[in-house]
T-cell receptor, first 109, second 114 residues
């Protein structure tokens, strides 16, 4: 089945710094989402982005489907950005979301 | 109120007990899923249902069963709980129709099996 790899696995930033999180996938995909899991365990939808670029405030995401990767950009990070960021994909010809193992982000005040 | 509601939110039980986790949704979506998350890991799919009459096993279905009582309700059962089923369980929904297929999660059910 499709493999989803996220990097880096862990990231520590000072408040105000920028960061880029990466999601690589091993096969073509129909759907791709980015989620933020906050310290209380809730999964929050960030982007639905099977291709192209989207922006929402300080966050933006780009998926290059032909090269099988997606990037999540966080600018001017805040302590509330801390948590785990997951990428999830649906491989072409399937109907199930498969998750990467996440990037754990800690933003220091 | 949340669009995807899970009950209970927290449960502690003993080995061998039967446990049911319930999920209901008001989003009108036809597809529902149960995922499991272990500490430090991503989410793994247990079961999924694309409509009331359609139930499918996911990656890790052994030891679990499900019931789709209605389009809006999807329950996960552990017939005889064991300690390695201690985990955070998530229900999710998506729409196969005109919408994008975006996945939406409930708030999670934290299960501890002693």
């Amino acid at each position: 089945g499709i493999q989803v790899e996220q990097s880096p696995p862990d990231l520590i930033l000072q408040e105000g710094a920028n960061s880029t999180l990466r999601c690589n996938f091993s096969d073509s995909v129909n759907n791709l989402q980015w989620f933020h899991q906050n310290p209380w365990g809730q999964l929050i939808n960030l982007f639905y982005i099977p291709s192209g670029t989207k922006q929402n405030g300080r966050l933006s995401a780009t998926t290059v489907a032909t090269e099988r990767y997606s990037l999540l950009y966080i600018s001017s990070s805040q302590t509330t950005d801390s948590g785990v960021y997951f990428c999830a994909v649906v491989a072409s010809g399937t109907y199930k979301y498969i998750f990467g193992t996440g990037t754990r982000l800690k933003v220091l005040a | 109120d949340a669009d995807v509601t899970q009950t209970p939110r927290n449960r502690i039980t003993k080995t061998g007990k039967r446990i049911m986790l319930e999920c209901s949704q008001t989003k009108g979506h036809d597809r529902m899923y149960w995922y499991r998350q272990d500490p430090g890991l991503g989410l793994r799919l247990i079961y999924y249902s694309f409509d009331v009459k359609d139930i499918n096993k996911g990656e890790i279905s052994d030891g679990y069963s499900v019931s789709r009582q209605a389009q809006a309700k999807f329950s996960l059962s552990l017939e005889s709980a064991i300690p390695n089923q201690t985990a955070l369980y998530f229900c999710a929904t998506s729409d196969s129709g005109a919408n994008t297929g975006e996945l939406f999660f409930g708030e999670g059910s934290r299960l501890t099996v002693l």
